[in-house]
């Protein structure tokens, strides 16, 4: 069982930054990938980034790409979202995702992922 914690949201104006954090419990973060999504209100919740078990490879939905920036320390159990450059349409709860079976292949589709955090708002004001 991995408990994920989410922090680091808030408000800002459009153009601006944030970092959002995602602490896991447990001895085995290095064997999951880690995944970040984004669910706005009365739409579906979508795939944003995710990084695969090493930190070495990333993956990233079009609409943030160039823009945001996945991260992961496995010595601290902690995935990083920095988000720069925020745009009105960024505004979600964003979700730390984690996939126990380290599907790569599958890192982009919500039903790979066996945990969730409770989500952080992020709100873009234009």
């Known amino acids: 069982q991995v408990q994920l914690v989410e922090s680091g949201g808030g408000l800002v104006q459009a153009g601006g930054s944030l970092r959002l954090s995602c602490v896991a419990s447990g001895r085995t973060f290095s064997s999951y990938v880690m995944g970040w999504f984004r669910q706005a209100p009365g739409k579906e919740r979508e795939f944003v980034a995710a990084?695969?078990?090493?930190?070495?490879?990333?993956w990233y939905a079009d609409s943030v790409k160039g823009r945001f920036t996945i991260l992961r320390d496995n010595a601290k159990n902690t995935v990083t979202l920095q988000m720069n450059s925020l745009k009105p349409e960024d505004t979600a709860v964003y979700y730390c995702a984690a996939d126990q079976a380290g599907s790569w292949y599958a890192a982009s589709e919500r039903g790979s992922y066996d945990y969730w955090g409770q989500g952080t708002q992020v709100t873009v004001s234009s």
């Open positions: 990084v695969n078990r090493s930190g070495g490879s990333t």
